[in-house]
């Protein structure tokens, strides 16, 4: 068996994540839900992009991984949907990054990459 980590895995909450075969994190409790979604959500392509999905009247932020847990009313980027009067794009799922002086949008496919 792999290395104990001492954080709670995400999808069960016990104390039992560990290094795996090949390097992968994993729980190693036999009834976690989910033993592999630690590992997913550290590698998930967009783990450090805000996701926004537009609906006509509404939308959705998916913070990066390292705002979550801060209050994210403070998040600049809610801040500003929120004062727009309508949404900046068209709906769908989009990344958006801020340049320092605007927010940008960048359009994602069913799959989540770019779209062309």
């Not at 939308?59 to 994210?72: K, S, T």
Request: negative net charge; charged residues 20%.
């Amino acid at each position: 068996m792999g290395e104990r980590i001492v954080t709670p895995c995400p999808a069960c909450g016990s104390a039992t994540l560990i290094v795996g075969q090949g390097g992968y994190l994993t729980c190693g409790l036999l009834g976690c839900p989910d033993p592999t979604l630690v590992d997913r959500l550290l590698s998930d392509p967009h783990a450090r992009d805000h996701l926004v999905t537009f609906g006509p009247t509404a939308f959705d932020i998916q913070h990066p991984l390292a705002e979550r847990g801060e209050d994210l009313v403070e998040c600049g980027l809610h801040q500003h949907i929120r004062l727009l009067d309508g949404p900046p794009v068209k709906p769908g799922k989009y990344i958006a990054r801020h340049d320092g002086d605007r927010w940008t949008w960048t359009e994602l496919d069913r799959n989540g990459t770019a779209a062309s």
